[in-house]
């Protein structure tokens, strides 16, 4: 079993720019997370997904927007890129919310 | 009080010790509780899940105080393959009171 895959691994983008960030679980996972990684921080939710349908806020949603394309698929997009969101993206999944997390292996994103 | 604290460490510990780590938390009415370990640059993975009960897994062993709200990891004969940054992970009941720690960086020495 793949778990859960990002795509891409590494991006550079320039300000301005945008983009997306691919999500897919086939754990069968009713919830879906996206979010970043700074140094010396810990992991800070950025936006999640209880359920198929469904999408909410996390602690630092500015300047993201997501989209649960159905059950497997939870995609992050950066409308406009600005050297802030320089960081790493990690998404993971939960069957159920006191269940552990499964991640994905991170996009490196990088905006200059 | 931040919700969950861990100590950053580096706790630098030669091959064969006994090494714990510590992790607070501030919402009493926290729910559940994980150890992850990230290597640098790749993506958390879960140690264990921690229980009232406490539970060991092999070389570690993950405690549960309450009444002090904090978690503890223990992990006996330190291997170099332990090597890594350990995270402390606690839910408070909802999708988005899911807290993560900074980590506790351990460096296993030869």
């Known amino acids: 079993n793949a778990g859960v895959t990002q795509t891409p691994k590494f991006q550079v983008l320039k300000t301005g720019q945008s983009m997306t960030l691919q999500c897919a679980q086939d754990?069968?996972?009713?919830?879906m997370y996206w979010y970043r990684q700074d140094p010396g921080m810990g992991l800070r939710l950025i936006y999640y997904?209880?359920?198929?349908?469904?999408?909410d806020k996390g602690e630092v949603p500015n300047g993201y927007n997501v989209s649960r394309l159905n059950k497997r698929e939870f995609s992050l997009r950066l409308e406009s890129a600005a050297p802030s969101q320089t960081s790493v993206y990690f998404c993971?999944?939960?069957?159920?919310?006191?269940?552990?997390?499964?991640f994905g292996d991170g996009t490196r994103l990088s905006i200059l | 009080r931040k919700e969950v604290e861990q100590d950053p460490g580096p706790f630098n510990v030669p091959e064969g010790a006994t090494v714990a780590f510590n992790c607070t938390y501030s919402n009493s009415a926290s729910q559940s509780f994980f150890w992850y370990r990230q290597d640098c640059r790749k993506e958390p993975k879960l140690l264990m899940s921690?229980?009232?009960s406490g539970n060991e897994d092999g070389r570690f062993t993950a405690q549960l105080n309450r009444a002090s709200q904090y978690i503890s990891l223990l992990i006996r004969d330190s291997k170099l393959s332990d090597s890594a940054t350990y995270l402390c992970?606690?839910?408070?009941?909802?999708?988005?009171?899911?807290?993560f720690g900074i980590g506790t960086k351990l460096q296993v020495i030869p």
């Open positions: 992970v606690v839910n408070s009941g909802g999708y988005q009171k899911v807290t």
């Open positions: 921690v229980y009232s």
């Open positions: 997904s209880a359920s198929e349908g469904t999408t």
């Open positions: 754990m069968n996972h009713n919830s």
């Open positions: 993971a999944s939960t069957g159920q919310v006191n269940q552990p997390q499964h």
